[in-house]
């Protein structure tokens, strides 16, 4: 209702679809917004907070989307069952800055979560964190996305941090980018012991000093 009309596989989800484009001109987070990619939300954690729980909702993020995470947790994947899908290839594919602050992070909260397609960039030198993922996140998969620094100078201290007691976290066709000469330590840091943690795919190009 609100949006455009549109022919959908049904086989994929019977949930919401919601649409997330920064560069789009009247882009607004707002309930008046969201439902096409002419009148998208501003930012993916509004989007996030629109979605209903465990009810397969989809936010499309558009080609071109910037986004920029200043404080700890400022984007929080808090809605289980939710996909959130990253538009575009190339330098299109959404991207979102870690920075501001080297406690800025990127939060996952929520069980049954799919994201795809999205550049995760620190933006700040020593981020201490760029996406924490907190207990309670059961079956979560990142599928070709990109995690890490932009420069030896501009770097995450840890690109991924898994607390325990999650089961099957999957990481799929991701790249893990953090130039050398920085003072990284991880690409993956696992904080204690949990279930069925699955790589598959990944390209690790950087300099990690204990990983």
């Not at 019977?14 to 439902?35: C, E, I, K, L, P």
């Not at 207990?135 to 995450?156: P, Q, R, Y």
């Not at 953090?178 to 943690?197: D, H, M, Q, R």
């Amino acid at each position: 209702p609100g949006g455009v009309w549109s022919i959908e596989d049904q086989s994929l989800s019977t949930g919401a679809r919601y649409f997330v484009g920064s560069g789009v001109t009247g882009a607004t987070d707002a309930t008046t917004h969201g439902d096409s990619p002419d009148h998208p939300f501003a930012t993916i954690d509004y989007a996030v907070g629109r979605c209903t729980a465990s009810q397969g909702d989809i936010i499309y993020v558009m080609p071109g989307h910037a986004e920029t995470v200043a404080s700890a947790a400022a984007l929080d994947f808090d809605v289980a069952g939710i996909k959130v899908v990253g538009l575009g290839w190339g330098d299109t594919r959404p991207i979102v800055s870690i920075g501001t602050a080297t406690s800025a992070t990127v939060e996952f909260n929520a069980d049954d979560m799919w994201i795809e397609n999205i550049r995760f960039k620190g933006t700040i030198a020593d981020l201490v964190v760029g996406l924490d993922i907190k207990t309670g996140c059961d079956d979560l998969t990142f599928k070709n996305c990109e995690i890490g620094g932009t420069s030896s100078a501009v770097d995450m201290l840890i690109g991924v941090t898994i607390e325990a007691t999650n089961n099957r976290i999957t990481f799929d066709g991701c790249y893990f980018k953090e130039p050398a000469g920085g003072e990284a330590t991880a690409a993956i840091k696992t904080e204690g012991a949990f279930s069925n943690l699955l790589i598959k795919n990944c390209v690790f190009w950087g300099d990690w000093k204990t990983a």
